[in-house]
């Protein structure tokens, strides 16, 4: 070996510690969606309150359009007619009967 080769070293002697840093946490659309299903398994085995709850997420998660939530739920493998019956009925002003309420625009907010 010459002044200017280097020594060959092992594969188990090299020391990654410091060099490879920790998987960040997933954020936007994929951190949304681990939040949506994480939900889903806390909700129960009935499909249409698991529809109603994720609604609401959706909402509150700024998914806030009726093709939005639909298609967020629909990758969520949801019925697409489902969602959007349910979208519909839960959809009006009086708090008694409704969950939200949707402008004119045709975005969607939560009642309070």
Same mark, same amino acid.
């Given at each position: 070996m010459d002044a200017t080769?280097? &020594?060959? +070293?092992? @594969? @188990?002697?090299i020391d990654l510690t410091g060099m490879i840093s920790a998987s960040?946490? &997933? %954020? !936007?659309t994929a951190?949304?969606? !681990?939040r949506l299903r994480k939900l889903l398994? @806390? *909700? !129960?085995?009935n499909r249409h309150d698991q529809v109603l709850v994720l609604i609401s @997420? *959706? =909402? %509150?998660?700024g998914v806030d359009t009726r093709g939005? =939530? =639909?298609g967020t739920l629909g990758h969520l493998d949801f019925k697409? !007619?489902?969602v959007a019956m349910l979208l519909a009925q839960g959809t009006g002003t009086n708090?008694? +009967?409704?969950?939200?309420?949707?402008d004119a625009a045709g975005t969607y907010t939560l009642l309070s």
């Open positions: 080769s280097k &020594p060959r +070293v092992s @594969a @188990a002697e960040p946490e &997933p %954020t !936007g951190a949304m969606f !681990g398994r @806390a *909700c !129960g085995p @997420a *959706c =909402i %509150t998660e939005q =939530i =639909i697409r !007619g489902h708090p008694e +009967v409704h969950r939200w309420r949707r």
